[in-house]
């Protein structure tokens, strides 16, 4: 995996994504753990970015956390925010050195688009494969290929938020669905703004590519939903979230 860096992304990543629901993810997640009667115990948040999840998830449940990121820059944000009972890991999903340590994953905000292939996928299922108890459940959402291919595609996104300008370009490559992404961060200091940029890529994978994956991981598939709901899953829609249970 190479999108290790996020040096200034991570430092306004809080500012451009204030639109973002964590309570409602928060509770959806939970609810998806309790129906499997998994309400509390070690719960590891792959790819917890700065952090603002895991923050969600530390108040309205009773688990102990462990949360990991490959950037240390996105674990140095995390790491100034209350999260009680959380420790911080700096941990590659391609990599996981866990052994039967949880109850539960969840990898959420669509971290897992950013594995560049399905190799590498594979290896993170595996990972938390390796990384769960028996019986432990294993949540996460990814982008489908229509958003990448329709939303994301070659288009440009502008961003205004206080003290941060962001001008987000985006290129589309059909043959595997992958979006190279570049951003151009004009920050406010002092009436003058200064330039920083960030360059990463997120892949889509066809949701029965992500089922055999799984399925050769180990994993029982439990269910597969639309992203934030409980109805089946449908490659028609722009995100879709993956159960799965060690068996």
Known sequence: MNNAGYGAFALYYDS??????????AD?????????????GNLLDLACGTGNLTV???????????????STDMLSMASAKQLNNTRLLLSDMCSLYFNNEFDAVICGLD??????????????????????????????DMNSVKKHREVLGD??????????????????????????????????????????????????Y?????EELLIKSGFEILNCYDYLTEKEASEDNEKFVFLARKV
């Open 16 to 25: 451009l994504t204030q639109n973002i629901d964590y309570d409602k993810i």
């Open 28 to 40: 959806y997640y939970l609810s998806l753990f309790e129906k499997q009667g998994v309400k509390q």
């Open 56 to 70: 969600k998830l530390c108040e309205k449940s009773h688990f102990d956390f462990t949360a990991a990121d490959i």
């Open 111 to 140: 971290s897992l688009n950013h594995l560049s292939d399905a190799g590498e996928l594979n290896k993170a299922f595996c990972g938390v494969f390796n990384s769960l108890k028996k019986g432990g459940i294993f949540a996460f």
């Open 155 to 204: 288009n440009t996104f502008v961003y205004d938020v206080e003290g941060v300008f962001c001008a987000w370009q985006n290129e589309y490559f059909e043959e595997n669905n992958r979006v190279d992404i570049m951003l151009d961060l004009f920050v406010e200091k002092r009436g003058k703004y200064i330039r920083h940029q960030e360059s990463f890529s997120e892949t889509a």
């Open 206 to 210: 066809p949701i029965k590519l992500v």
